[in-house]
T-cell receptor, first 116, second 118 residues
Framework: AQKITQTQPGMFVQEKEAVTLDCTYDTSDQSYGLFWYKQPSSGEMIFLIYQGSYDEQNATEGRYSLNFQKARKSANLVISASQLGDSAMYFCAAGGSKAAGNKLTFGGGTRVLVKP | GAVVSQHPSRVICKSGTSVKIECRSL??????MFWYRQFPKKSLMLMAT?????????EQGVEKDKFLINHASLTLSTLTVTSAHPEDSSFYIC??????????????FGPGTRLTVL
């Protein structure tokens, strides 16, 4: 079983500044993936970034980077140069284990509001 | 690539009727699709895993007779909410895994269906 914890229910960030969204996970799987999704008010879930448990380098995808600290079981998302369009809910998820049926377990989410 | 569509986007129905929601992978074949339910300001709750050509696997507490899932082809899974009641009102969202995509385990989500049962 996996558990994902996002301790920040909501955050304000000034436009053009960076913001870090916290995510810690608990899993007994040896191999797993960590994902971040963005959910704007329209409801769609947009895939942002992925980190494999065996990847030694932190994943980056444009303005998104994942600060992966395996020993601490944390996978924080960093959004650089925030834009107004970044205002949304952000969900951290873990999964990808074929033994677990490739299911994803989601955290409770963090709402980000970018201020102009 | 990796586009998932969902139809309808919004449906309002009377109590006691059945509602079918379609989830399609548009540019890839998905052997596995997932159905989630999301309550307002809450996270996604996995309802079931849909595998092409076999019966769906339901999560604990999800009524399989209430939420019928059919994965008839590699690009289509349907969720039918049978005899819907007001407590079934929710946001339903599907996802599909692209086995040939990178990263391989990524789930791509449809835009969701907002169901309101009167």
């Amino acid at each position: 079983a996996q558990k994902i914890t996002q301790t920040q229910p909501g955050m304000f960030v000034q436009e053009k500044e960076a913001v870090t969204l916290d995510c810690t996970y608990d899993t007994s799987d040896q191999s797993y993936g960590l994902f971040w999704y963005k959910q704007p008010s329209s409801g769609e879930m947009i895939f942002l970034i992925y980190q494999g448990s065996y990847d030694e380098q932190n994943a980056t995808e444009g303005r998104y980077s994942l600060n992966f600290q395996k020993a601490r079981k944390s996978a924080n998302l960093v959004i650089s140069a925030s834009q107004l369009g970044d205002s949304a809910m952000y969900f951290c998820a873990a999964g990808g284990s074929k033994a677990a049926g490739n299911k994803l377990t989601f955290g409770g989410g963090t709402r980000v509001l970018v201020k102009p | 690539g990796a586009v998932v569509s969902q139809h309808p986007s919004r449906v309002i129905c009377k109590s006691g009727t059945s509602v079918k929601i379609e989830c399609r992978s548009l540019d890839f074949q998905a052997t596995t699709m997932f159905w989630y339910r999301q309550f307002p300001k809450k996270s996604l709750m996995l309802m079931a895993t849909s595998n092409e050509g076999s019966k769906a696997t339901y999560e604990q507490g999800v009524e399989k007779d209430k939420f019928l899932i059919n994965h008839a082809s590699l690009t289509l899974s349907t969720l039918t909410v049978t005899s819907a009641h007001p407590e079934d009102s929710s946001f339903y969202i599907c996802s599909a895994q692209d086995p040939s995509g990178s990263p391989q385990d990524t789930q791509y989500f449809g835009p969701g269906t907002r169901l309101t049962v009167l």
